[in-house]
């Protein structure tokens, strides 16, 4: 198995970034051929995928979120990160990493989640 872990930073204000790491146990973030991505749900919404970093390091990101985020990666500490700026309400949601076997798809390891509540 390849737990894989977020943490964060709860409550987040109106116009802050927000910031997730998501730790990977059991595996490497640089083995091919996976990618690692973030995908959130809002309250009463669907899934909504945010963007991914592959094995080799390349970004892909949701073309509605593109100009907000930043999907980063830690191969010495097996970590990867979000950063989601100039955040506003409607991005609260429960924010999961999650590993897939192919980009767009084939999720196969989630992480627990965890709560981001932006409010003032």
């Known amino acids: 198995q390849v737990p894989v872990q977020e943490s964060g930073p709860g409550p987040v204000k109106p116009s802050q970034t927000l910031s997730l790491a998501c730790t990977i146990s059991?595996?490497?973030?640089?083995?091919?051929?996976?990618?690692w991505n973030w995908i959130r749900q809002p309250p009463g919404k669907g899934l909504e995928w945010m963007g991914a970093?592959?094995?080799?390091?390349?970004?892909y990101y949701s073309p509605s979120l593109k100009s907000r985020t930043s999907i980063s990666r830690d191969t010495f500490g097996n970590q990867f990160s979000l950063q989601l700026s100039s955040v506003t309400p409607e991005d609260t949601a429960v924010y999961y990493c999650?590993?897939?076997?192919?980009?767009?798809?084939?999720?196969?390891?989630w992480g627990q989640g965890t709560q981001v509540t932006v409010s003032s």
């Open positions: 999650v590993r897939s076997y192919r980009l767009y798809g084939g999720y196969d390891y």
């Open positions: 059991g595996g490497s973030i640089t083995t091919s051929p996976y990618f």
């Open positions: 970093i592959g094995y080799e390091g390349t970004n």
